[in-house]
């Protein structure tokens, strides 16, 4: 069925150091790639997505790449900062069509050491 | 502009009990879904909720049911609870013509006693 899988489940760096999450999806009708960052008691806040279109994608800090042949998908945070502290999950569409959800990973959950 | 709004935020229930939530999309957005979020866990999709039907649905039982009314807004509703029911369910709100593209509220916290 459809998956995502998401690596690392946790994530410590040093504050300045960079940060990469790894996702794996199984459809390969999957077109739309969002990633979503969730504080303590909060809901996910989409951060950045990719399309299936585009090999890469960047927004400041954060920048998101794909390679459809091998269905991956990856995250990076170049300078962290101790507010990038977070669980961030990857997600994939699926479903195609009028509707499409969205399948997520686990979550990785990030601490950035000051 | 206020973002997509659920309440109430927490709720103790017992089971066996019903249960309503509520939900407020984003200004401008018309399709509305719901996750259930266990926790440690990535958001589950439940269904999805465009001019008042329920356009697709995830891998859950009858129990779970909702609404959308002409505003938009939207209930999930889910009878006879059960303890593995405890979760945070996220309402999520999506622009016209972008239905995957998911703006979250804070969610509802449901605990089941």
């Known amino acids: 069925g459809e998956n995502v899988e998401q690596h690392p489940s946790t994530l410590s760096v040093q504050e300045g150091d960079s940060a990469v999450i790894k996702c794996t999806y199984s459809?390969?009708?999957?077109?739309?790639f969002p990633w979503y960052k969730q504080e303590l008691g909060k809901g996910p806040q989409l951060i950045i997505d990719?399309?299936?279109?585009?090999g890469e994608k960047k927004d400041q800090r954060i920048a998101v790449t794909l390679n459809k042949t091998a269905k991956h998908f990856s995250l990076h945070i170049t300078e962290t900062q101790p507010e990038d502290s977070a669980v961030y999950f990857c997600?994939?569409?699926?479903?195609?069509?009028?509707?499409?959800?969205?399948?997520f990973g686990t979550g990785t959950l990030l601490a950035v050491q000051p | 502009d206020a973002g997509v709004t659920q309440s109430p935020t927490h709720l103790i229930k017992t089971r066996g009990q019903q249960v309503t939530l509520r939900c407020s999309p984003k200004s401008g957005h018309d399709t509305v879904s719901w996750y259930q979020q266990a926790l440690g866990q990535g958001p589950q999709f439940i269904f999805q909720y465009y001019e008042e039907e329920e356009r697709q649905r995830g891998n859950f039982p009858d129990r779970f049911s909702g609404h959308q009314f002409p505003n938009y807004s939207s209930e999930l509703n889910v009878n006879a609870l059960l303890l593995g029911d405890s979760a945070l369910y996220l309402c999520a709100s999506s622009p016209a013509g972008q239905n995957e593209k998911l703006f979250f509220g804070s969610g509802t916290q449901l605990s089941v006693l």
């Open positions: 990719i399309r299936s279109n585009v």
């Open positions: 459809d390969s009708a999957s077109n739309y």
């Open positions: 997600a994939a569409s699926s479903g195609g069509g009028a509707t499409n959800k969205l399948i």
